[in-house]
């Protein structure tokens, strides 16, 4: 089921670097802000032929009017994004994809960000705690230090806020997946993004204890949109005749952890 | 003045020679939010094969200099599946449609030919042997021209249906490709299909692509393609329809000049959904500004 | 730990595998404030024929996306001025230089081998049996095995210098090709040469060339050049040269890993004329902070 | 004779609009114009791989730390270069071919400048009223209308300035070589710069008025340094034996006029 799409020229408001190489990026972009649900994403075109191809970020906030992408600078398409500057016009492809589906009866909902990963999960989280005031709401965060434990004072106020380094330097000296694994609760709906190493250790504590896992997958792009297939992943088969592949951008990028990983 | 954008491949009236290139276009819906689908020439959906198919392992594709590698390996629903749930579906858009087709071997060409032959809603049918993605078939008729001939006769007799032969840039002669399938009774040829090439990632020391080798497309490719459409319009009669790299009203007039018919958006589909429908207006002013009134005046004009 | 920079062709010992394209780097004097060109592996000089000649009426380049086309029509200063004046010329740089060589004829070639033989400061000889820019001779041979088989073995007899076969890209089976001259007692295999291609000025409707066609260099091409030295590493014993768009150390890497022996910039000197001197040192840093000790760690080493 | 060249990082002082879509750009570059002569003219890169060229640029102006381009926006390069901002780094590659070759034995100096071609022009006057401050210097220059009479305020000091335009808004209504035309001198040197049909029908008026004249070129370039050999022109043929093309890069851009159309 995909939402009402649109090519939007948003206007920039503000582009900044919050930590080493991590930019986050606000966009006046009402066609999308106005539809968008936590876990889409957006293809971001950059003018000119080389970089050629839209880039896909998640939506990492979301107002009524614009909307707020956190990225980090690993190759040319980045590199031009962070050069950008308000008030430059940049042209939006969105809303893509299929969101996390936060579950209404879940008595507990958990939130796992790891690295980047966690740029969708603070929309996630405020829309979880605006449409479900009452629900319970635990957030991990993990990085391979301080600094990338991004967006921390924002997820502070939305639920029970715990973090993990890799170097010790904030929180739990380890993974953020032992975070998840300490907690002790028989109902409890998960939600997750980050590495894909990390992603599958979540999955799989999740089956042991028997959580249900929506994991949000990332691979390489060129349409986002369902028509170029090239961001086919493997899943689980299920039965003999079904299909080998499934498409992040369509199909996903939010999935149920047992589809893939069974 | 009315401007009049119909070009004709065979009996088949386009009403403008705006397309979109088979692979780039998905079945026509996933665009459907940005161009309405009728006001296109033509658009030609996913190659299909008898049998549905998986594709290739991922990554399946990665972005070069101006360009984009792919080695989706024609993952698509198979024959029945697409005119069952397709077909229909395309029925209503009322868009013109042209069904690219791949087979491992002439057989399966002609199966696809003779099913397909009865849809109304197909205008005409697009003759992959130019696919570099898939190990069997595909580009192995593409390269040859006894093959290509032979493909294309076998085609021929399925259907009355314009046959439209998509050629392969990875030919040392376009031209020899070009003449026996004209000589075989092609109604159009398409170029071009993309050029075989290669990326690595120095840190894994693994190519990028799974599949190894996928193809090139989009504007790096353009002078390859304007070239050859260019050399197969000069030593052919038949209509030509231009692709490659195609993503301004510059790139579609070049090709138009060079002696294309029509022509195909790929690659820039991704870029810009909107593209196709913004061409099909903006040739229009163009003629209009120059004083033109028909894109025919422009086909083939180029001064050599 | 010191690290090893050197490749061998033939008997040929190169410092290191950075070498400058035919035609881009014109005799090397050109660029002498930019680069010590005797710290290079060696510089190909731009394609030397018999008789001089005037090249292609102009214009003479255009650029395209994320490349160039040329067709420059080998404009040279003919063999007898070339011993004349450049040889001494690049024998007081002592830079190791390879002669880019192009006959219309196999008498030509063999004629203009002979006559470097007995240069001390040519290191190897480079057949241009891929110019697409000439009538005559250059492509014709590089797109039939036969006739760049013949021109090995004629060039081959002339000469007990290193062998260097240039070859097309405009062909069906690159492999093929490279067997053939392999086959014949090629040294070495350097390619790709650049891709036929055409633009159009769409005010004029002329082609922007004035010879119509040209020659695609640039980063545009990297991935067409890229899978043919991986083709051919794989399917013949023959060290290869690899050539196409490379404008980094990234792009570098990938050609060494895919299995070429050296490499060579062509278009890029263009845009930074220093960039053969800083590949250079940039391969050495990068060995070094791999922790490995040669280059020939890197050659082939690609994982499939 | 080809000058010391350089590739200098130089860093733009200043970019801005002084007509439509004439730009004038600053660039701080002492390698560079310290040994510039006038004529001479440099390739300016810009960064990514398109545009992958450099472009050639006349200099306009150059002082002892700076060089000053004047330039229109044409395309993809001259648009880049117009949304440059100080103090971002710019690629500049020269002093690059033969610049003009101010006569001194000349009672008199005649500059004629038409578009574009009078970006050149003003270094050379410059040039000319440092070297020989009592020479007499007249300083045609022509565009289609006012506006595109660029830089008039700092070539009136230079030398006594004469106009034309196509449409008649300023100076003559008619061509700038209707001015040169017009001068009733015995001894004179004429340096020119602009549209090939004008340079054209100036050399024709020095080649009757028995006028030495100077022209400046243009050509598609790829290098800009004599290695390509893409920037041929055709020249006039003297003897049967002699190559038929020069090149504008490094035999020029500055010809005698003789030279190319006898
Ligand atoms: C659905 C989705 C959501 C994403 N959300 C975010 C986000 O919120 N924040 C963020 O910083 N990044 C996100 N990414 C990754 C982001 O798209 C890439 O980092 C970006 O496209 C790299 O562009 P580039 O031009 O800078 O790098 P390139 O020069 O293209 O490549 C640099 C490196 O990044 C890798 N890369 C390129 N494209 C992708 C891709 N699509 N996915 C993963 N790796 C890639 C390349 O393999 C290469 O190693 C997301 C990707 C997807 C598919
Ligand atoms: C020696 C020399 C000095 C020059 N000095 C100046 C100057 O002082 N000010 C100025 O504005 N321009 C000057 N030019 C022209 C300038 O180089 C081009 O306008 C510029 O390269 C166009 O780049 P672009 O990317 O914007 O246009 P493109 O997109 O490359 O092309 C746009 C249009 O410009 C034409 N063009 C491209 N390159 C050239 C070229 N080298 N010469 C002529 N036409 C070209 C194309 O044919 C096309 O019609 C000079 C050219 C030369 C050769
Ligand atoms: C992702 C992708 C998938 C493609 N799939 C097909 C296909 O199924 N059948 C086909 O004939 N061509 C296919 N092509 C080739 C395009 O139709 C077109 O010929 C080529 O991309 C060159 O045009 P472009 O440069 O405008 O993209 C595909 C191209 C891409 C990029
Ligand atoms: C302007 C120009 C002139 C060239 N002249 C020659 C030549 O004389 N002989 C030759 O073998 N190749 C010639 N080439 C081809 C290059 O040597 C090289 O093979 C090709 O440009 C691809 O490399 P690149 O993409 O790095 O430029 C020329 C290329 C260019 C751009
Ligand atoms: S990115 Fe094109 S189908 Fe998913
Ligand atoms: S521009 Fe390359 S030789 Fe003149």
Redesign the interface.
């Known amino acids: 089921m995909n939402l009402?799409?649109?090519?939007e020229q948003a206007t920039l408001l503000a582009n900044e670097m919050i930590a080493p190489e991590i930019h986050r990026m606000e966009l006046h972009a009402p066609g999308i802000s106005g539809v968008a649900q936590p876990g889409q994403f957006v293809m971001l075109?950059l003018s000119?032929?080389?970089?050629?191809?839209?880039r896909p970020f998640s939506i990492h906030q979301c107002t009524d009017n614009s909307i707020t992408l956190l990225y980090k600078v690993v190759g040319?398409g980045t590199t031009a994004m962070a050069q950008m500057g308000a008030p430059q016009q940049v042209?939006l492809?969105g809303p893509l994809g299929n969101g996390f589906q936060p579950a209404l009866e879940a008595t507990h909902h958990c939130l796992v960000g790891g690295g980047l990963g966690i740029a969708p999960m603070l929309f996630l989280a405020n829309h979880i705690r605006k449409s479900q005031p009452n629900a319970g709401v635990t957030i991990l965060l993990g990085g391979r230090n301080k600094q990338e434990l991004l967006a921390q004072e924002e997820f502070a106020p939305l639920g029970n806020l715990q973090v993990a380094t890799d170097d010790g330097s904030a929180g739990l000296h380890g993974f953020v997946s032992e975070l998840l694994e300490n907690i002790d609760r028989k109902d409890m709906h998960v939600y997750t993004c980050g590495p894909l190493p990390m992603m599958k250790v979540v999955a799989e504590i999740c089956r042991k204890k028997s959580w249900l896992c929506q994991v949000s997958l990332e691979?390489?792009?060129?349409?986002?949109?369902?028509?170029?297939?090239?961001?086919?992943?493997?899943k689980a088969e299920l039965r003999p005749n079904e299909?080998?592949?499934v498409h992040v951008c369509k199909d996903g990028p939010v999935f149920n952890a047992s589809l893939l990983w069974l | 003045m009315a401007i009049n954008l119909t070009v004709a491949i065979g009996d088949w009236q386009l009403k403008n020679p705006i397309m979109t290139a088979s692979g780039t276009f998905g079945y026509g819906e996933e665009f459907s939010p940005f161009v309405k689908l009728s006001e296109l020439g033509g658009i030609v959906v996913k190659g299909i094969s008898l049998q549905p198919r998986d594709g290739n392992p991922p990554p399946r594709v990665v972005e070069t200099a101006c360009g984009m590698l792919n080695a989706i390996g024609l993952e698509n629903v198979g024959l029945a599946a697409f005119i069952d749930q397709k077909i229909p579906m395309l029925a209503k858009t009322k868009a013109d449609v042209v069904v690219n087709i791949l087979g491992d071997s002439i057989e399966e060409y002609e199966e696809i030919t003779a099913a397909l032959d009865n849809e109304d809603v197909v205008k005409a049918i697009e003759v992959n042997i130019s696919c570099p993605n898939v190990k069997k078939g595909g580009v192995a008729f593409g390269t040859n021209a006894d093959m290509a001939a032979k493909v294309t006769d076998a085609v021929r007799r399925k259907t009355g249906k314009p046959i439209i032969i998509k050629l392969s840039p990875n030919v040392t002669d376009i031209v020899e490709i070009a003449k026996a399938v004209e000589g075989e009774g092609a109604t159009a040829i398409s170029l071009i299909n993309t050029l075989l090439g290669m990326a690595i990632d120095i840190e894994t020391r693994r190519p990028k692509l799974a599949n190894i080798v996928g193809g090139l497309s989009g504007p790096a490719i353009k002078p390859l393609a304007l070239r050859m459409v260019y050399q197969v319009a000069s030593a052919t009669n038949l209509p030509i329809i231009g692709i490659g790299g195609i993503s301004s009203l510059e790139d579609v007039l070049e090709f138009i000049i060079a002696g294309a018919t029509a022509i195909q958006i790929g690659t820039a589909n991704f870029v810009n959904p909107a593209l196709s429908g913004e061409l099909v207006r903006g040739l229009e002013n163009y003629l209009q500004n120059k004083g033109l009134t028909s894109v025919k005046q422009l086909a083939g004009s180029i001064i050599t």
Chains 1, 4 share one sequence.
Not at chain 1, 4 to 7: S, T
Not at chain 1, 226 to 234: F, K, N, P
């Open positions: 009402p799409q649109v090519i075109g000119g032929l080389d970089p050629l191809l839209r040319k042209s492809l691979s390489h792009m060129a349409c986002g949109m369902g028509a170029c297939l090239g961001c086919a992943v493997e299909k080998k592949y």
